[in-house]
């Protein structure tokens, strides 16, 4: 066997398996995301497998060391681009896009891979990026739950997600109301369809970026308090209109400026 073709393989294939430069709504919804996460399995199979041949012909001992010396050559990459990156606000918002990247598409492919070595890199990978940006959290995720999450629009409601952390129910007063006003007058308009399956395009991305923070709770009462209990109030009241434009300004707002003051803030 010859394994230094695959130690080659592993140091200067492997670690390019974090590089992406596309924005994350762009490949993490409903419509592409098996799409572009089997382009990225497919393109980083060949350097899994030179991976598990090498990390099976260790000992033990070796094994584990070899796992987590890997996920720190892919770190350390990750690294290197945010030094190039100046501004401050500018690399919290790549290293936030890059988390949330790591955690969607990374390493669910390296357990789709389904061997002993593929997951104890993921374990690596996964501990090795918390210890290094303690300021981001993330999470070992499996493919299959999170493309079933989008057939069931586990992930269509940042409303949903924001009332859990409010301890509300699913069925409580914010939720009724937004889905009436949802399903009734938005999904009546000419454009109430398009709108819908826009925000049903722009949430997941939104979701994702907010779980990389450490205080996501705090992001979600702040967008409850500011957004979402207003909307419910006009949305009670009749003021469809009114309700639709502050709906529309917290998706715009949560997909650019919000973050930017939130990396600022130093969150």
């Not at 007058?185 to 970026?209: Q, T, V």
Request: glycine content about 4%; charged content about 30%.
């Amino acid at each position: 066997m010859d394994y230094s073709q695959d130690e080659k393989v592993v140091e200067y294939g492997l670690i390019h398996m974090i590089d992406n430069d596309r924005p994350l709504k762009e490949i993490f919804n409903k419509k592409v995301y098996e799409d572009e996460f089997m382009k990225l399995y497919r393109l980083y199979q060949q350097a899994l497998t030179a991976f598990t041949r090498l990390y099976d012909s260790k000992n033990v001992e070796e094994k584990a060391v070899f796992a987590k010396e890997t996920a720190e050559r892919m770190i350390a990459r990750e690294e290197e681009k945010l030094d190039l990156i100046k501004g401050k606000n500018k690399r919290g918002m790549t290293l936030m896009d890059d988390t949330a990247y790591v955690a969607l598409f990374v390493i669910p492919a390296m357990d789709y891979y389904h061997t002993d070595a593929s997951d104890a890199l993921a374990e690596a990978m996964t501990e090795g990026w918390r210890s290094h940006f303690p300021e981001h959290q993330i999470k070992r995720g499996e493919f299959e739950k999170l493309n079933q999450g989008f057939k069931k629009r586990r992930f269509c409601f940042i409303t949903t997600a924001a009332c859990k952390v409010m301890g509300q129910p699913d069925d409580c007063r914010e939720l009724t109301a937004l889905r009436s006003f949802r399903d009734g007058w938005l999904s009546g308009l000419p454009e109430g369809p398009g709108l819908i399956s826009r925000y049903y395009d722009m949430a997941p991305a939104i979701l994702a970026r907010i779980d990389t923070f450490n205080d996501s709770a705090s992001c979600y009462r702040s967008i409850y308090e500011k957004w979402l209990l207003p909307c419910v109030r006009l949305a009670e009241a009749g003021d469809n209109r009114q309700c639709l434009e502050l709906y529309t300004d917290m998706m715009e707002t949560l997909e650019t400026d919000f973050f930017e003051r939130m990396t600022a803030d130093g969150r």
